[in-house]
T-cell receptor, first 113, second 112 residues
Framework: RKEVEQDPGPFNVPEGATVAFNCTYSNSASQSFFWYRQDCRKEPKLLMSVYSSGNEDGRFTAQLNRASQYISLLIRDSKLSDSATYLCVVKLDRGSTLGRLYFGRGTQLTVWP | DAGVTQSPTHLIKTRGQQVTLRCSPKSGHDTVSWYQQALGQGPQFIFQYYEEEERQRGNFPDRFSGHQFPNYSSELNVNALLLGDSALYLC???????????FGEGSWLTVV
């Protein structure tokens, strides 16, 4: 079983739409959670960290449910520039894999005009 | 302040050859991790270097080896290249186990 599971999509939505991505993780020792954005043929870039209480950054809202080992990302009022692949990432902060990032396979989003 | 720099950006190798990829971490960072990203997949952890030693290793064969230099820069070496080694190789730098992790633009390796 993979450490991080994500629906690969693709998601194709019109501008202005709201879209949600989900992922699940298998290791309950996971301590840090992130969403990364990756543009075509570019490196991943941190979009936002995910905190237990949920957090918001402009049009982006991230949620974490530790009991269900589930992470979500909500994008409101989608823009053309949001088109990218969104990677769900967990990091173990103890044990032999301390500091290692585990990536989901990514969810591809295309926003059309 | 330069971020993470990697070289070369693109290269083509033949099966059986060897390749060396290089990474200079962001200024002030002492930990370098390498990831392999195959097409359509998320990055997979190869190994991590700290204080010139391999601190952790992912599920990759011994054909994958690395090195970290006193200035914290790092190399990834892959021997006996296979077609399946074709991927984007990403270098990530951080300070210790910190959550602030920066990726380089990657090295695209094509094995033919």
């Amino acid at each position: 079983r993979k450490e991080v599971e994500q629906d690969p999509g693709p998601f194709n939505v019109p501008e202005g739409a709201t879209v949600a991505f989900n992922c699940t993780y298998s290791n309950s020792a996971s301590q840090s959670f992130f969403w990364y954005r990756q543009d075509c043929r570019k490196e991943p870039k941190l979009l936002m960290s995910v905190y237990s209480s949920g957090n918001e950054d402009g049009r982006f809202t991230a949620q974490l449910n530790r009991a269900s080992q589930y992470i979500s990302l909500l994008i409101r009022d989608s823009k053309l520039s949001d088109s990218a692949t969104y990677l769900c990432v967990v990091k173990l902060d103890r044990g032999s894999t301390l500091g290692r990032l585990y990536f989901g396979r990514g969810t591809q989003l295309t926003v059309w005009p | 302040d330069a971020g993470v720099t990697q070289s070369p950006t693109h290269l083509i190798k033949t099966r059986g050859q060897q390749v060396t990829l290089r990474c200079s971490p962001k200024s002030g960072h002492d930990t370098v991790s390498w990831y392999q990203q195959a097409l359509g997949q998320g990055p997979q952890f190869i190994f991590q270097y700290y204080e010139e030693e391999e601190r952790q290793r992912g599920n990759f064969p011994d054909r994958f080896s690395g090195h970290q230099f006193p200035n914290y820069s790092s190399e990834l070496n892959v021997n006996a290249l296979l077609l399946g080694d074709s991927a984007l190789y990403l270098c990530a730098s951080s300070s210790g186990y910190g959550n602030t992790i920066y990726f380089g633009e990657g090295s695209w390796l094509t094995v033919v």
